[in-house]
Nanobody
């Protein structure tokens, strides 16, 4: 079992930045790939970014490439999402996810992940 807790969301103006954190407990995530997803009201959950166990491989949704950066600090059992140049269309609940098996890659497919955090709200005003 692993528990994931996101933080760092909030209200920001368009063009601003936020840094989200995902703190894991119950299991070390150092050998696991991790992902960030988001869900806007009335829309399906969509992938945002993923990072491999080593941190050397990352993948991003086209909509956030060049603006968002995923990283990890295994000493803190935490994954981050740095979001720059935010747009109103980035408004959503952002959740991190961990696999239920020893998957080490950077996967943007939600079916890879078993454990999900409750999410943190990000609201970008125009």
């Amino acid at each position: 079992q692993v528990q994931l807790v996101e933080s760092g969301g909030g209200l920001v103006q368009a063009g601003g930045s936020l840094r989200l954190s995902c703190a894991a407990s119950g299991r070390t995530i150092s050998k696991y790939g991790m992902g960030w997803f988001r869900q806007a009201p009335g829309k399906e959950r969509e992938p945002v970014a993923a990072i491999s166990w080593s941190g050397q491989n990352t993948d991003y949704a086209n909509s956030v490439k060049g603006r968002f950066t995923i990283s990890r600090d295994d000493a803190k059992n935490t994954v981050y999402l740095q979001m720059n140049s935010l747009k109103p269309e980035d408004t959503a609940v952002y959740s991190c996810a961990a696999p239920g098996f020893q998957w080490g890659g950077a996967a943007l497919t939600s079916t890879t992940y078993r454990y999900w955090g409750q999410g943190t709200q990000v609201t970008v005003s125009s």
